[in-house]
């Protein structure tokens, strides 16, 4: 399948056009939720503890705003804070797309902020309707598998058939990541560190699977146990499952995309994060570089992501029958023996290229885009 994605100023090829707007912490949120009610088709996200310098924070927002799916953006901040607008906005520029800051105690106020800032967009997003397009080579693709609110099904059947979609990628030449969530892979060090590349990756892989306690009194979320999972060892085999079979190259620690391709395990430390919630694993992965996410689930997650579309897998069929207007790959098939777990991962990746060249998932559709 031909990809045809946006040619970006750094060499980037990106399969998505956003205009982002970003918040440095809350006190700017709503000021950047007006101007995307003003100009429609923007992604909004931010970082809601700007008052607190996060260099890792400061780091996720300049990594978002570079992200090859993102044409231009603008930094919108209260000007009190730590993490500055007009620094997260400069280190964007460095890309060469259009970026732009405002601050709005220096501006004037909410109504101005929201004038200046709505103009700014409006013609970035004109801009970007003019970028040019070129091929992108399946090899340069990123694509990030991710498992949410999961039961027994995503253990047994889509996480398994997502693996062999990791797989498949990384055989036809490209990267793959899956994330690590603390508490999702205990007991898996050492499944993990067999696969490792080399020794100190196995110890990276070894250290990052028992970042949580292995405590059996610890229960998983309450979706998981009604959905069948009764500990977090249950919890992490299933997890296990989406990262295929390949040699693991690496453990992500920061945001930034590895040069070389393959597969790699992103393990972004806690201070990263401003939640563990599905779309911050998403967030998460789109900031390491991922162009798309796969992101299974057996419960019924509707939730989706900023930047990068999100694919939603499951093979639960009563959920699928419950919502078959946020699940797009239907996999229930594995559990009723019709379809085994190969033949469903190879029709994943199928689908997560026609994704990848320009067919929109269904939480973009429906503007499930959580940040």
């Known amino acids: 399948m031909d990809i045809i994605g946006y040619q970006r100023p ?5 399969i998505r056009n956003h205009v982002a707007v970003i918040y440095t912490n809350d006190c700017a949120k709503v000021v950047c939720r007006r101007i995307g ?6 992604h909004v996200f931010g970082w809601p503890n700007g008052c607190v310098w996060n260099q890792l924070a400061f780091d996720k927002l300049v990594a978002l705003g ?5 044409a231009a953006a603008l930094v919108v901040g209260i000007g009190c804070e730590r993490i500055r607008a007009k620094d997260v906005a400069a280190q964007i520029a460095l890309s060469g797309k259009p970026a732009a800051h405002v601050v709005i105690e220096e501006i004037g106020g909410t109504l101005r902020a929201i004038e200046e800032g709505s103009r700014l967009v409006l013609k970035m997003v004109q801009a970007a309707s003019q970028v040019k397009r070129v091929p992108l080579p399946v090899q340069d ?10 039961d027994g099904t995503s253990g047994l059947a889509s996480n398994p058939a997502c693996g062999v979609t990791s797989d498949l990628h990384i055989e036809a030449g490209g990267t793959s990541y899956f994330l690590d969530v603390p508490e999702e892979l205990i007991g898996c060090g050492d499944c993990l560190a067999s696969r490792a590349c080399n020794r100190h990756v196995g110890e990276e892989l070894r250290a990052a699977a028992s970042v949580a306690p292995d405590d059996p009194k610890i229960r998983p979320p309450y979706g ?8 977090f060892k249950e919890k992490a085999a299933g997890a296990l499952a989406k990262a295929g079979s390949k040699s693991i190259n690496g453990v992500i620690r920061n945001f930034v995309r590895p040069q070389e391709k393959g597969l790699y395990m992103v393990s972004c430390p806690l201070e990263a994060w401003t ?3 599905d779309p911050q694993c998403v967030m998460i992965l789109a900031a390491c570089g991922a162009h798309l996410v796969i992101e299974t689930t057996g419960c019924g997650t509707v939730t989706g992501g900023v930047v990068a579309p999100v694919l939603k897998v499951c093979a639960n069929p009563d959920t699928c029958r419950r919502e078959p207007d946020n699940m797009d790959v239907d996999a229930s098939a594995i559990m009723s023996g019709e379809r085994t777990i190969a ?4 029709s994943i990746y199928e689908e997560a290229l026609a994704v990848a060249a320009g067919k929109l998932t269904f939480a973009e559709i429906l503007g499930h885009f959580e940040d």
């Open 224 to 231: 998981n146990v009604m959905g069948g999972i009764t500990t």
């Open 141 to 150: 693709l990123v694509i990030a598998v991710d498992c949410s609110a999961s």
């Open 37 to 42: 009610r003003i100009v429609e088709g923007v």
């Open 343 to 346: 033949e469903m991962g190879q």
């Open 66 to 70: 570079k992200h090859p799916n993102v």
């Open 275 to 277: 939640n563990d919630s």
């Open 10 to 14: 750094d060499g980037q090829i990106g």
